[in-house]
């Protein structure tokens, strides 16, 4: 991977965990709040990003026909399947009650906030089982990722965690 | 106002346009899309031989991801010497952060999509299965939230 890439996600990420810092996110507490609607400060959060990131995400690629350090555009591969609804409501029920999720689980780690140490650390366990145990059926061995037409029928075989394709950025291969 | 943000808005409206810049940052100059959740996953790459873990789009991303990462916690670190504030640590109790953690990692992964890459990333590329995503968890995080304390949950 070239080292400009690995630069920029280093310097993204750096001003991501700062925004989540500034906006006191990376307190779970902060979280719990918003969830009982006591401050819905989240919202504005939510809001700004959304807001800021939508207009990036649709003029850059009208106006550069590619990324400055970069092969080409990603996309935010979603499908509407019951894996991307349930995982959400699996996700909102750890997020409810812990008020943590994985952005700000990181950045607290910076701020000092030690105690999300043992979120993140959960947050590796159950990531770990969901490849392992719960992966699209598709993964489970390795020849049948190739099959190309699988994913049609069955929604559990959606293999959608693909944001670029090894094709589009072939200098990735090497690691 | 005064009702619904009882700890003022500048910092949480601040915050979210620096966000929106910092993801905007790395599309612009890598052309990838700076969800968080995906580097749980990505990681375990480098040490399980499982086949969903070796996954081309997970070995190929597991670099710049964790770079990513990397740079959440020099954020974090950088905002406490910027604000000149003490080290603070939730009160969240340890099971609920365990218990909790879990169930983010499990879901987010299953689900392809945090509150960044459904909430943020999904919501700016205009995917529908994503704004169902954000409204799925948002309703379970809310109920989940509200439920814990009417069941005498301390925090």
Known sequence: ?175 | MQQFFPNGFGHYLAGGLIIGAAVGLLFVMTGLIGGMSTVFSSTWSFFSKQPFFQQECLTGSRCWRLAYAAGLVLGGLAWMGWSASAPWQTGVTWWQLAAGGFLVGFGARMSNGCTSGHGICGLASLQLPSLLAVLTFLATAIATAQLFVWFGGAS
């Not at chain 1, 670029?164 to 072939?170: D, K, N, Q, S």
């Open chain 1, 1 to 175: 991977m070239k080292p400009a890439i690995l630069a920029w996600a280093l310097i993204s990420g750096a001003l991501f965990g700062f925004g989540l810092s500034l906006s006191t996110m990376i307190r779970p507490e902060v979280v719990l709040s918003f969830l009982r609607f006591n401050d819905i400060g989240l919202l504005l959060v939510l809001g700004g990003a959304v807001v800021v990131t939508l207009i990036v995400y649709q003029l850059a690629p009208r106006l550069l026909a590619k990324p400055l350090f970069g092969s080409a555009w990603g996309k935010h591969p979603s499908e509407m399947n019951a894996r991307t609804l349930g995982g959400a409501a699996i996700f909102g029920i750890g997020w409810g009650l812990s008020g943590v999720c994985p952005g700000p689980a990181i950045a607290g780690l910076g701020a000092g906030n030690w105690p999300l140490l043992v979120a993140v650390l959960a947050i590796f366990a159950g990531a770990w089982a969901q490849g392992r145990f719960f992966a699209p059926k598709a993964l489970t061995v390795v020849e049948t990722t190739a099959q190309p037409g699988r994913s049609e029928t069955d929604p559990f075989d959606n293999i959608s965690t693909q944001a670029l394709t090894p094709a589009e950025y072939p200098e990735e291969e090497a690691h």
